[in-house]
Nanobody, 128 residues
Framework: QVQLVESGGGLVQAGGSLRLSCAASGRTFSSYAMGWFRQAPGKEREFVAV????????YYADSVKGRFTISRDNAKNTVYLQMNSLKPEDTAVYYC?????????????????????WGQGTQVTVSS
């Protein structure tokens, strides 16, 4: 089992920045990659970004490329999501997720049910 706890959410003005953290505990040695998803009210949960814990390879949703950066500190078992140039449409609950197996296709990378563990989420609100 892997436990994930998100933090760092809050209220920020459009154009501002925020950094989310995801702290992992438990059987963290079994995790291959960790990613971020988000869900706005009345909408489906969508993929945001992912990073492999060994090589640090990253992949981003088109909507956040150039604005968000995912990174990891393996010594602290923590993954971060640096969010810059925030827009009102970024408002959502942000969830951290972990996968224990390698990815074989991009479809797997972006599909929420292909992840094994989930955090409780942290609210991000961007005002205009």
């Amino acid at each position: 089992q892997v436990q994930l706890v998100e933090s760092g959410g809050g209220l920020v003005q459009a154009g501002g920045s925020l950094r989310l953290s995801c702290a992992a505990s438990g059987r963290t040695f079994s995790s291959y990659a960790m990613g971020w998803f988000r869900q706005a009210p009345g909408k489906e949960r969508e993929f945001v970004a992912v990073i492999t814990l060994s090589a640090g390879s990253t992949y981003y949703a088109d909507s956040v490329k150039g604005r968000f950066t995912i990174s990891r500190d393996n010594a602290k078992n923590t993954v971060y999501l640096q969010m810059n140039s925030l827009k009102p449409e970024d408002t959502a609950v942000y969830y951290c997720a972990a996968r224990s197996r390698p990815f074989y296709t991009i479809v797997v990378v972006t599909t929420l049910y292909e992840y094994d563990y989930w955090g409780q989420g942290t609210q991000v609100t961007v005002s205009s």
